[in-house]
Nanobody, 117 residues
């Protein structure tokens, strides 16, 4: 079993920046990838970014490409997400997930990012 704990959410003004972190524990060796998934108010889940656990690549949703930067430290079992040029459309609960490539088997509790003036 894998446990995931996100941190770093908060209130930020439009145009601002934030950095989220996710600490993984448990059987992390079974995870081939870690991802960020978000859920905006009254909307469905939206995949944001995926990092291959071997450090072989990172993929982004078109909605965040060029503004968000995801990185993984497999040795420390941590996943990060840098959020820049934030807009109100980025307001959401951000979840850290782990599992196979393009599968989201384990989820954290989420951290809330609110973009508002």
């Amino acid at each position: 079993e894998v446990q995931l704990a996100e941190s770093g959410g908060g209130l930020v003004q439009p145009g601002g920046s934030l950095r989220l972190s996710c600490a993984a524990s448990g059987d992390t060796s079974s995870s081939a990838a870690m991802s960020w998934v978000r859920q905006a108010p009254v909307k469905g889940l939206e995949w944001v970014a995926l990092c291959n656990s071997a450090g072989e690549g990172t993929w982004y949703a078109d909605s965040v490409k060029g503004r968000f930067t995801a990185s993984i430290d497999s040795a420390k079992s941590t996943l990060s997400l840098g959020l820049n040029s934030l807009t109100t459309e980025d307001t959401a609960i951000y979840y850290c997930t782990s599992g196979g490539i393009w599968t989201f088997d384990h989820w954290g509790q989420g951290t809330l990012v609110t973009v508002s003036s």
